[in-house]
């Protein structure tokens, strides 16, 4: 049975060549195809013969097809891919200075329920699989060098798509050593950031296993109750506990960890809010990213005033805690954070701007 060629590091593929007696050259050459030369069709080239073959009998090279493009007027794009199963996951391209930030699915849907997140009501349908993961990039790298030539690289990577990349630790794992590659896609260090709702048995993980990831971290209150309400698994992994764990781990130069407040008019936006998130993290190693709410179909929350955002930064800023507002992109395609949710998918296609 044929498996992905996008789904073995570089390591694993050279034990496959050295196992077979095939010459030690042809890992390194797929690789240069595929991923520097960003070709989709099989290499021949170079390759011995008995490489040619085996490659034609073990691997396959199938990336996941775009079903639906949507592009805002912000130059944001959203894909909605089929997977060979029919499964369907989002991915999006965010623009900044001319050059973009994908954001990842690594489940299709999510087990985390969180009740601000359209993903969250989709529920978990199945793990994503190293090379479906690769495949979005891979895809939507395409789409650009074809439709916008003139602006077409990414830089960064987030996995803020679908899921809770931490619940799909080896998968999402291999994805970021064969982004992180030299050999691969030669993404820089410290381009990688990995979003967690707080899974600690994946943050365990991370700490050891991926040195060179960022992580942010979902705090959106430091109220228990409220943050039960927003992020269930709160009960199981407690904010305490998962921060404990995060001021745990010796600072490094090669990775962040950044903490996320999504902002929900009249629910955590108060004065007292602030205060408590800016005494939770005062004098620790952090930065804010603070997030208005961005409504979906059926959400139960609102956005808040641009100027209560201001204000709640500004009472952070208090605490000199580094906040940063973050500007909304693509809201107007239901591709802004949290608003994805490939069960309900839109439909139509709108050309490339
Ligand atoms: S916010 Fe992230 S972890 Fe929570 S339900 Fe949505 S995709 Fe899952």
């Not at 199945?126 to 602006?151: C, H, M, S, Y």
Request: hydrophobic share 35%; proline share 6%; net charge neutral.
């Amino acid at each position: 049975m044929k498996t992905s060629f996008y789904q073995h590091s570089l390591a694993e593929l050279e034990l496959l060549f050295r196992e077979r007696g095939l010459p030690p050259s042809g890992p390194g050459l797929l690789f240069n195809w595929h991923y520097k030369k960003r070709k989709s069709e099989p290499c021949l080239q170079n390759l011995a013969k008995d490489s040619i073959n085996f490659v034609s009998e073990f691997l396959n090279f199938n990336l996941p097809e775009i079903e639906v493009t949507q592009c805002s007027d912000d130059k944001t794009v959203k894909f909605l891919f089929r997977l060979e199963d029919g499964q369907k996951i989002e991915s999006v391209l965010i623009p900044f200075n001319g050059k973009y930030t994908i954001c990842l699915s690594s489940q299709v849907g999510c087990a985390m329920k969180c009740s601000f997140c359209h993903t969250g009501l989709q529920g978990l349908s199945r793990n994503l699989r190293t090379d479906e993961i690769i495949g979005q990039f891979l895809v939507a790298q395409k789409w650009l060098t074809a439709n916008r030539p003139e602006d077409d690289k990414i830089l960064n990577i987030v996995f803020m798509g679908q899921g809770e990349p931490l619940h799909n630790f080896d998968a999402v794992k291999m994805a970021c050593e064969i982004f992180l590659s030299q050999h691969g896609l030669s993404i820089a260090d410290q381009k990688i950031t990995i979003s967690t709702a707080g899974y600690l048995p994946g943050l365990e993980r991370w700490k050891e296993e991926m040195p060179k990831v960022n992580i942010a971290l979902s705090l959106h209150s430091p109220l228990k109750e409220k943050r039960d309400q927003l992020i269930p698994i709160n009960k199981k992994y407690p904010l305490e506990e998962v921060i404990k764990y995060v001021d745990s781990i010796p600072e490094g130069k090669n990775r962040f960890v950044t903490y996320e407040y999504l902002l929900i008019d009249n629910f955590n936006d108060t004065d007292e809010d602030a205060h408590l998130t800016g005494k939770l993290l005062e004098g620790k190693k952090a930065y804010i990213s603070l997030i208005p709410f961005n409504p979906f179909p059926g959400s139960p929350y609102q956005r808040p005033q641009l100027s209560k955002v201001e204000h709640f930064k500004s009472i952070l800023d208090q605490y000199k805690i580094p906040t940063l507002i973050r500007a909304t992109k693509g809201d107007q395609i239901l591709a802004a954070c949290g608003q994805l949710n490939s069960k309900t998918a839109s439909k139509p296609l709108q050309s490339p701007s």
